[in-house]
């Protein structure tokens, strides 16, 4: 039934999703609108192409389309990507707790905008200065820039979300703050210039997807609890 329910139903190319452009993406499109018209007006040729393609770009960087969770009961992906990892006997860097841990890698070509994966209250939010090795290394759970969220759902359950900055990523986003109760599908912040999310469920959680598998913030299937 899962299957039949999201069988050619790829959000991002969904006509009926109306395209934003995210808040923090505006001040480098008008940026580059303006140097594109400078550009024009001067008869720069040269530099008009490169601006031009610089703001498509950037418009595609920063898209932000409408997603409307489906209505089944699982945990859905917090970002855009591929999946690289998933790790049953991990262990949480936040709350040293064994965990499953889930890893989604995001290209420059992804949607950056970050979403909740379920309805839960945001306990606690923490940022770590770090390096910017590629994101889809293990060190870069660790060692990166990283933001996390500690998310208690409405069974009380413990879901840690880290965004990690990548090899040119050099700026986390986040919207949210501690003791605010999240909506699933509810965008939290974005990642700029490529990077990755990783989740750590608790051990108990049935993992719905592997190793390679593409997935869409706020609609795609990662994990369910029994019963």
Not at 125 to 132: I, S
Not at 139 to 159: P, Y
């Amino acid at each position: 039934m899962l299957d039949d329910y999201f069988k050619d139903k790829i959000p991002e190319f969904n006509i009926n999703n109306s395209l934003f452009v995210a808040r923090p993406g505006l001040p480098f499109i008008l940026g580059l609108v303006l140097a594109c018209l400078i550009a024009f007006f001067f008869d720069w040729n040269c530099l008009l192409v490169i601006f031009f393609l610089l703001l498509l770009f950037t418009v595609a960087f920063f898209r932000d389309p409408r997603r409307d969770p489906p209505p089944i009961g699982f945990g859905l992906s917090p970002a855009d990507g591929q999946i690289i990892r998933v790790d049953r006997g991990a262990t949480c860097p936040i709350t040293l707790a064994k965990t499953i841990k889930v890893s989604v890698f995001m290209n420059v070509f992804n949607v950056h905008v970050n979403r909740v994966p379920c309805d839960a209250r945001l306990e606690g939010q923490m940022y770590f200065a770090g390096k910017f090795f590629n994101a889809s290394f293990d060190k870069s759970s660790t060692q990166n820039e990283r933001n996390a969220l500690i998310l208690n759902d409405d069974q009380n359950r413990q879901i840690v979300m880290i965004q990690i900055a990548g090899l040119i990523a050099r700026r986390i986003v986040s919207w949210v703050k501690p003791g605010q109760s999240l909506t699933r599908g509810q965008r939290f912040g974005l990642i700029r210039f490529g990077s990755r999310v990783d989740l750590y469920l608790p051990p108990e959680a049935e993992i719905m997807v592997g190793l390679g598998q593409k997935v869409y913030a706020g609609w795609s299937p990662i994990w369910r609890f029994p019963n």
